[in-house]
């Protein structure tokens, strides 16, 4: 007798479950993966940290072919006509990858999602710009205001009788030209600038710190540098870790007056007031200088008693001053800074180890993309970039975290 499979009911959430469960195996794939980077990285064998870098190319080069399937199938639902249209610089873009991918026509509609037929159409368009398709017997814009003012002013005036008069004026229209003009629509009349309001308007005092001379302001600012794409996971507390090996935290020095990099320093986690301080203290030693200002946000690094008290009782006091929250631009320098830092350079390194921030040489990418951003931004201020001894102000590690504070010009 063969006995009957027990019927098991699935739960009644089991695809919300399954959504999950799917999401939070790619968020701890996602954090394995950038620790395993992290790691090779950190090998002393060249060999592994090129599979480290040949890794990630690889899983960069799957997501974008992923992200492509999807906006593919997107607009696969779309009806072709109902498709927009590509521009003319679009199609001459497309023309000149398919001649250089040695594409055939059937190839390259399909990859583009449009009919064979507008490939070809598209090879036989005449290169010709926009302007050459204007007529070049066209009047200009002041004959059609001419020739519908007239009739504004005369409504009994025709077309012939219109025509006639201007002709006398040795400008020669013909009659179904003015016949047109008046079937156009009249122009937008522009509007005069307003008069300026007569009351006097009361000067809004600046609170700006302006500076005098270099290394008279420096703004100071902590940035955040993911080393994996981004910190978002699908469980509390929703992000990851702000600490190695899933990000490594900048503090940026940018001298106000001349745009130049004054120094830098790298972190494995998010440092106290009291290592902010002692780094600023190397720096201006190296420097031999002491700013009067220093310009920065209101963290919790800066906006504190140990940092107001650090700069009240050096040997030459320092005045802090803060930026408004909320505020757009209000410590624009050193922002500035960093978005170029960014985007220019630690985006484009495959993945940046606190082994390699903390060392001098071709295995220091942020020192060299810090030294190359301070030297390609100081602009005609930073002339003296790097002419100044003393390059490496000093490195700690009596807390156990790895650092070092250098001037924008490199390693010696």
Known sequence: MKRKAPHIPLPRNWPAHVDAAVEYAAAVAHAAIVYTRSWCSDSPFERVKLAGRLEESR???????????????????????????????????ILELKTAKGWAIGETAQRFQVAAGTISAWLHEAPSTEKARQPVNRFPDFV??????????????????????LARAALHVAATTVERMLAEPPPPPTESPTAPDTQPQRSVRQHGVKAKSRDNVWHV???IVPTGGGFAIPWLPFALLQCWPFCYWILAVVDQFSRAVVGFAVYRKQPTSEQVCSDLDRLAAARKVSPKYTVSDKGPQFDCDYYRDWC?????????????????????VVERFILSLKEECIRCISVVTARATTSCGADGPAVLSVAWTGARRSGKAGGQL?????????SSRKTGTPRRVLRSSGCQ
């Open 59 to 93: 899983d960069q080069n799957a997501a974008i072919l992923e992200e492509l399937r999807i906006k593919t199938a997107r607009m696969e639902r779309v009806r072709q006509h109902c498709r927009p249209h590509y521009t003319r610089a679009e199609r001459r873009a």
């Open 221 to 223: 600012d902590l940035t």
């Open 386 to 394: 790097g002419r100044r001894a003393g390059d490496v102000a000093s």
């Open 144 to 165: 059609r205001h001419l020739v519908q003012r007239l009739k504004v002013i005369c409504p009994a005036m025709g077309r012939t009788r219109i025509a006639q008069t």
């Open 312 to 332: 009240k009782n050096r040997s030459k006091p320092i005045m802090p001053r803060f930026g408004a929250v909320g505020k757009k631009g209000s410590i624009a």
